[in-house]
């Protein structure tokens, strides 16, 4: 018999696959029949792998609790942490709040304590010290007013720091500093 | 649950879902359904005993992933695309003899010289020389192609590959082969008559 080259222009024209059908035939031939014990191997096979793997579920469980009870406590110690040091922080900046306070609180006593002191040096005293305004601005100089003012702010701030400051600035937050200056 | 008679009626997605599920019964419908069509691919690349471990291997993986199957594709193809991995690893595991046809396929890439191919020949059937002539990624698209009937687009998604490669491959294939159909004497005397029926002329 003689040979037959194909090539796919003669496929085309035949309308027809040898290739396809040989190698179909050659597969269907050779094709496995279903086998019943093959399936019962797989399918116990399957069984015994499901069962070492909830084997490794309830392993991998213990895992994750104990892998979950650290990170529960590694949380809570950050949350206590960052809570102290929060805490830390606040305290500080209350306390310099407080410690301004207590500074304007003292600089207003000091200038209202000064500036009472020169109104009632210069009302008890009225005449000496016009006169002596009077014969100082005459010579080109400066009242003298201004420096006894100074002085006497100076004086009182220094005074006030002695005292104990906690106790005049709760004070303060009651009753202004005037009215208790008045007192 | 569904009886068997009920399962038997489900398409392989259905079922596949219903083992994602927690089905037994479906999933053993799904081995029952595909234990011959994948152990006749195993068995293509490469002996018998090994196909059979090789298929077992297959759905054992089949089953620990079945969560990552997603309906969006076939449930042959996907179960294919396990089944060549698995054929490639255990072969690469157990380094099979140089003479099976995988291993040829996967060795030498296929690419013997025809006239080598033609003096073998005659011995074999027409697969063993496609496992010789091809890669094993042409046997394997070859293989779905004909024999499984699947569209290039799951064989692309079986191999890896783009539709365009896929159908590069199938021609190579085919150009390959085709000189190779005339050697086989007792598939062209049946071929023959088929043709000559259908064309009328002889090719010389």
Partial sequence: MARRHWKEADVRQAGFDPLAERLRREATESRPVFSETLHRRIVEAIGAGRRSQSQATVRQRGAARRRHAFGVFVTAACLLLAVAVGWRVYEGRVAAARKAAIERYVDELASQVASRWVLSDLLADRGASAGFDQLMGSAGLSPRSGPLADNARAAANSLLRRLPIDVGLAQSSTQPPEDRFAQ | ?204
Wanted: hydrophobic content about 40%; glycine content about 6%; proline content about 3%.
């Fill in chain 2, 1 to 204: 649950m569904a009886g068997k008679a009920g399962l038997a009626s489900r398409t392989d997605e259905q079922l596949a879902y219903q083992a994602q599920c927690g089905c037994a019964a479906s999933f053993e419908e799904l081995l029952r359904r595909f234990q011959t069509p994948v152990l006749a691919f195993l068995r293509q690349r490469g002996s018998t005993r090994d196909a059979e471990d090789v298929l077992q291997e297959t759905f054992l993986r089949a089953y620990e992933n079945l969560h990552r199957y997603r309906p969006r594709w076939a449930f042959s193809t996907w179960l294919f695309t396990i089944a060549r991995r698995t054929s490639i690893n255990y072969c690469r595991r157990e380094q099979p003899d140089a003479n099976s046809p995988a291993a040829e396929a996967a060795t030498s890439a296929g690419r013997q010289p025809i006239e080598e191919l033609m003096a073998v020949e005659s011995r074999q059937r027409m697969w063993e020389v496609a496992a010789a002539a091809l890669t094993e990624e042409q046997v394997t698209a070859v293989w779905l192609h004909y024999v499984e009937e699947m569209p290039t687009e799951e064989i692309a998604r079986v191999l890896g590959r783009s539709r365009g490669s896929v159908k590069t491959m199938l021609f190579r294939a085919r150009k390959r082969l085709l000189p190779l159909l005339s050697e086989f004497d007792e598939g062209i005397a049946v071929v023959d008559g088929v043709a000559d029926e259908k064309v009328g002329t002889n090719y010389g």
